[in-house]
């Protein structure tokens, strides 16, 4: 009777205390009001440099005074450059043999650690370590033990063909040289995610599994992959898009050559933009680059669906 | 709530105290008291700025030099930005041959200096070419130069040249041939032939040093210097000619062996650090860099030569290079002070300090004795310099630069032809003009 009364009361008081309408204007300005600060920022420095971008992608621009209209002619000229057909090329296999090379030796390693390998402890730090180095560190490190004449990796593997003359310094190896060295670095990022989902995995599904027969192999495979796979999915995405945005690490261990054998779209944009103060050629290849990273992204969403394995999964 | 508001006003009030706090812009006085703050390129140039700021102080005991150190690569990325805002430094370190001095005097962004040029005699000091050179635009001079110097020269390991049985002595022009002989015989022995610095710089000065062996005439050649698109009967400069035959000699050279391992991807640093390491017959480099490979005290003398002539082109002279200098930025905030200082740098005075620090000073008017500080090699090249010749250097427009010095290590690798890189690059300096 008095939960009765107490509520009665309450739906009597409400309509007094707040209109249904005014209230609701009064949450859109609330939010809106919030909103403001983060929006402005957003427009000023997200929107309006994108924006500047793709207008100044149809003209020509070197670095001062005003730009000309150019029309469609720096597309043109992209169409027909073969520096920046290398550039493509060389980004579609950096960032699938990259990609591939970190995520499977970060997950390997992961299930190593997972498993309490012996030493499992020092193997985290130490594959962890690379990631942690900086980019210059890394390049300066990986070029001296490359160099064809002095490098401790080229003579250690010359008996390798195509090792003794520099993995960096030709051209047919070099991106190959390149991919090597960001997979050494880049891999302990994905191991540290993928041992943060393994070892939300319960360990009665495991031993359950290993009751039925299943040895590491098996259960790694039909046991514990399957049950991160949503973390997989995203740090697959993750490293795709990491590595299609590459630039600090080429520019730092190759600059692009020799030649243009080691040209990504990074360092082509860099190179026009700033050496060749040529900025409305960069900003179309820098247009045309984020599309294609878009593109793939979204591609990829599409397949894989990260977010509605993370919902369900 | 009032636990988070509290904090963050605090934090706030005492970001806006130290901002106010904070240095003020210098104000510009007539005398050019204050602080002028001079951006240097590293190396060479920034240890004789270095060396004068005591004595510019002490002659002018008001003024304050602040020195901005940047390398090569960050000026070339950066200048035209940096010169043309406000935070422009008072002085600042140009290049004619980098695509920012042109672009900065075109925007009216550099203060003219044509009277920094006529103090202490300045104009008359260099050689004509020089005044009347690249400095000078739409008849005014925009920046004021500094030090000479040229390239690219050969140096030579002399140790490893006896071993081979090479008799050269300094100042020496092989033939194409002789030059082809002296690398098999050093390959005899198990040295490599020539380091070069193909990812640099550097690649650019042997595809000019041989485009200039190929010419038949200082007119020709001067074509290429004013990097005109075409001659005068309208035949493309660079796809047909002395730089076609220039691009098929370093082809030649590089199926002859002539080059290091892995010259190709190379900096013009770790060439020099190859042709010290003692190993190498040749390097294709500067007098600029000499000082920074002796500075390593490397374990055999270093003896010079000349590039090698080819069949029917010119005497191969020394290709000399006046284009570094200093600019005052039209927002320089004490350009009183600045150009104080450029004329003390400009000054004899300013110019004899060049030598101790490894450069060589433009102007005519000094004391032989000076030269005394340079390195036994430079010195000798200087005393060699009238009777070998002189001419002026190839500096193309950045974009031609940088597709040279990649077709370079293209066709090193054979990922282009003589042909292929001669027609693009064409083609650059075709849509460059246009």
Not at chain 1, 186 to 212: H, N, R
Not at chain 2, 217 to 232: G, L, M, P, R
Request: a negative charge; hydrophobic letters at 45%; one cysteine or more.
């Amino acid at each position: 009777m008095t939960l009765l009364r107490t509520a009665s009361a309450t739906s009597r008081e409400l309509p007094q205390r707040r209109h249904p309408v005014r209230g609701r204007h009064r949450e859109i300005w609330v939010t809106v009001v919030l909103m403001l600060p983060a929006l402005i920022l957003a427009a000023v420095f997200l929107l309006y440099p994108i924006i500047n971008t793709i207008q100044l992608s149809f003209q020509d621009w070197p670095g001062l005074g005003p730009a000309t209209s150019a029309g469609f002619s720096n597309f043109t000229q992209l169409v027909s450059d073969p520096g920046f057909r290398t550039a493509i090329t060389n980004n579609l296999l950096f960032a699938v043999v990259v990609t591939a090379g970190t995520v499977g030796l970060g997950t390997v390693l992961a299930l190593a650690i997972d498993n309490r390998v012996r030493f499992w402890r020092i193997y985290r730090f130490v594959f962890f370590l690379p990631y942690v180095m900086p980019i210059t560190v890394v390049a300066i490190m990986w070029s001296n033990a490359l160099d064809p004449n002095f490098g401790w990796v080229t003579h250690t593997l010359s008996f390798i063909p195509g090792v003794s003359d520099g993995l960096l310094d030709t051209p047919s190896s070099a991106i190959w040289g390149v991919c090597w060295v960001a997979i050494w670095q880049l891999s302990g990022f994905p191991m540290v995610y993928m041992v943060a989902a393994l070892s939300t995995i319960p360990p009665e599904v495991e031993q359950a599994a290993q009751l039925d027969g299943a040895g590491p192999v098996k259960l790694a495979w039909r046991v514990s992959l399957p049950m991160v796979r949503d973390t997989l999915a995203t740090v697959v995405l993750l490293q795709l898009i990491f590595s299609f945005k590459v630039f600090d690490l080429v520019q730092a261990l190759t600059q692009g050559g020799p030649g243009n054998s080691t040209q990504v779209l990074g360092t082509l944009i860099y190179r026009d933009a700033f050496i060749n103060n040529d900025f409305g050629y960069a900003s179309a290849v820098a247009v045309v680059a984020t599309i294609i990273i878009v593109l793939i992204s979204l591609a990829y969403l599409a397949v894989f669906k990260p977010g509605k394995i993370e919902r369900h999964g | 709530m009032k636990r988070i508001i509290v904090p963050i006003a605090a934090t706030v009030a005492a970001s806006l105290l130290v901002a106010a706090c904070g240095e003020a812009p210098a104000k510009t006085s007539a005398n050019g008291s204050g602080t002028v703050v001079v951006t240097v390129v590293s190396g060479d140039m920034a240890a004789w700025v270095k060396s004068a700021i005591p004595l510019f102080e002490k002659k002018y005991p008001k003024i304050n030099v602040v020195e901005n150190t940047e390398t090569q690569e960050q000026l070339l990325a950066n200048a035209t930005q940096l010169y043309s805002s406000n935070d422009a430094p008072d002085l600042a370190f140009l290049q004619t041959n980098m695509s920012a001095y042109p672009l900065l005097v075109k925007a009216g962004d550099l203060e003219p200096v044509d009277d920094v040029w006529s103090k202490d005699g300045l104009a008359n000091a260099v050689p004509t070419d020089v005044s009347d050179g690249p400095w000078k635009q739409d008849g005014h001079y925009y920046g004021v130069v500094t030090d000479q110097t040229w390239a690219p020269d050969i140096f030579y390991n002399k140790a490893l040249f006896a071993k081979a049985g090479i008799s050269v002595s300094d100042g020496y022009r092989p033939t194409d041939q002789e030059f082809l002989g002296w690398i098999k015989k050093l390959k005899a022995i198990g040295a490599q032939g020539l380091a070069i610095g193909g990812d640099d710089f550097t690649a650019k000065h042997i595809t000019g040093a041989l485009t200039q062996a190929w010419t038949t005439s200082s007119a020709q050649w001067n074509e290429y210097v004013s990097n005109a698109a075409t001659t005068s009967n309208d035949t493309p400069l660079y796809s047909k000619g002395p730089y076609l035959e220039a691009l098929q000699t370093i082809d030649a050279w590089n199926k002859a062996g002539v080059f290091a391992k892995g010259s190709a991807g190379m900096t013009a640093a770790q060439a020099e650090s190859l042709f010290a390491s003692g190993n190498v017959g040749m390097l294709s480099d500067g007098p600029f860099d000499l000082p920074a490979i002796m500075s390593g005290n490397p374990p055999f003398d270093i003896g010079w030569m000349m590039y090698p002539t080819m069949s029917t082109g010119t005497k191969t002279p020394f290709l000399t290079y006046t284009g570094d200098g200093f600019a005052i930025p039209t927002h320089a905030k004490n350009p009183v002070g600045a150009k104080l200082l450029a004329e003390f740098l400009a000054s004899p005075q300013g110019q004899a300090l060049l030598p101790a620090a490894g450069s060589i000073p433009i102007r005519s008017d000094l004391s032989k004795s000076l030269e005394s500080d340079l390195l036994p090699q430079i010195q000798e090249m200087m005393a060699m310099m009238p009777s070998l010749g002189t001419a002026p250097i190839w500096s193309p427009a950045q974009n031609v630069e940088t597709e040279a010095t990649n077709g370079f290590g293209e066709l090193l690798t054979g990922q282009t032809t003589p042909d292929g890189l001669a027609a693009a690059v064409q083609e650059m300096v075709g849509s460059g003009q246009s």
